[in-house]
T-cell receptor
């Protein structure tokens, strides 16, 4: 069945890079997403990647996709305390109505 | 723009009570969703509405009902609340017509059933 897995916690020092990893099982997924959830708020889309891409860069964010291994990662360069949040990996198919979310990785940034 | 608005933000219910969570979006989206978020389990889809007039079960529909009142509004009803329904509930919407099904989320409703 469809499943998205990610580690639950990551702790980094301010200024370092953070790498959050995710694995998914549905090889027919068309879109893979990273959402960010700040305390007391809903999820906000950070970035997404098409399944036919290997990499996408957006300012401090780099998304890497290894389709063969069904592995997705999010790298945050120069991590700041404001990046402390829960990051959700998600997958869906084009035009599909079901987005499958991982359990979320809680990122702690130490000053 | 307000985006997706959920009410209430917090609610405490006694076991067996009923309530309706309200959700409205102003982005003219076709699709709307209700999720619940529990620690360590991510978001699980309760019900969704692909378009006005249709609703479908998600992963965890038992104990819930939904109504897509019009294109803007999608409500979630708990007929007889149980402690297992203590959770944070999120409404979301997306433009199901486009390939990128980015979802926009409300702020959430924190529900406690005692």
């Amino acid at each position: 069945g469809e499943d998205v897995e990610q580690s639950l916690f990551l702790s980094v020092r301010e200024g370092d890079s953070s790498v959050i990893n995710c694995t998914y099982t549905d090889s027919s997924s068309t879109y893979l997403y990273w959402y960010k959830q700040e305390p007391g708020a809903g999820l906000q889309l950070l970035t997404y990647i098409f399944s036919n891409m290997d990499m996408k860069q957006d300012q401090r964010l780099t998304v890497l996709l290894n389709k063969k291994d069904k592995h997705l990662s999010l790298r945050i360069a120069d991590t700041q305390t404001g990046d402390s949040a829960i990051y959700f990996c998600a997958e869906s198919m084009a035009g599909g109505f079901k987005t499958i979310f991982g359990a979320g990785t809680r990122l702690f940034v130490k000053a | 723009n307000a985006g997706v608005t959920q009410t209430p933000k917090f609610q405490v219910l006694k076991t067996g009570q009923s309530m309706t969570l309200q959700c409205a979006q102003d982005m003219n989206h076709n699709s709307m969703y209700w999720y619940r978020q529990d620690p360590g389990m991510g978001l699980r889809l309760i019900y969704y509405s692909a378009s006005e007039g249709t609703t479908d079960k998600g992963e965890v529909p038992n104990g819930y009902n939904v109504s897509r009142l019009n294109k803007r509004e999608f409500s979630l009803r708990l007929e007889s609340a149980a402690p297992s329904q203590t959770s944070v509930y999120f409404c979301a919407s997306s433009d199901g017509q486009r390939g990128n099904t980015e979802a926009f989320f409300g702020q959430g409703t924190r529900l406690t059933v005692v």
